[in-house]
């Protein structure tokens, strides 16, 4: 689903999906609800004071282990709002989609 003029689908959360948000170094945690979130990004209610997110780079941990997460970096803050794109191995941001028209077909049940 398409909505807010995103370029990237987004999956918009019916139930408060908790989340953390961790600095590179560690020294820091936040616990956030995922609200929506695309291939590219997300768009999280942050618990708590919002400066350390000022670091620009952090981490979106997805499990209570720290075993699934995704390195992110802040885009916007208002409020206790707060979105990030999500930054590949590289360190560039996610680009989007570029499967082949045959597996989007496929993918489509064409």
Same mark, same amino acid.
């Given at each position: ?9 987004? *999956? ?25 979130? !695309? ?12 400066? *350390?997110?000022?670091?620009? +780079?952090?981490?979106? *941990?997805? !499990? ?8 992110? +970096? ?22 989007? !989609? ?7 077909? !496929?993918?489509?049940?064409?």
């Amino acid at each position: 689903m398409k909505f807010d003029g995103r370029k990237m689908p987004r *999956v918009r959360m019916d139930h408060r999906q908790p989340v953390n948000l961790m600095g590179s170094d560690g020294t820091w945690r936040r616990s956030c609800v995922l609200i929506d979130v !695309s291939q590219s990004g997300a768009k999280l209610e942050v618990e708590g004071t919002l400066d *350390v997110l000022q670091a620009k +780079e952090f981490f979106m *941990v997805l !499990s209570s282990t720290g075993l699934a997460y995704r390195r992110c +970096e802040l885009v916007w803050i208002d409020g206790t709002m707060a979105g990030v794109h999500f930054i590949t191995a590289d360190g560039k941001r996610k680009p989007a !989609s570029k499967q082949p028209a045959s597996a989007q077909a !496929s993918a489509q049940g064409k």
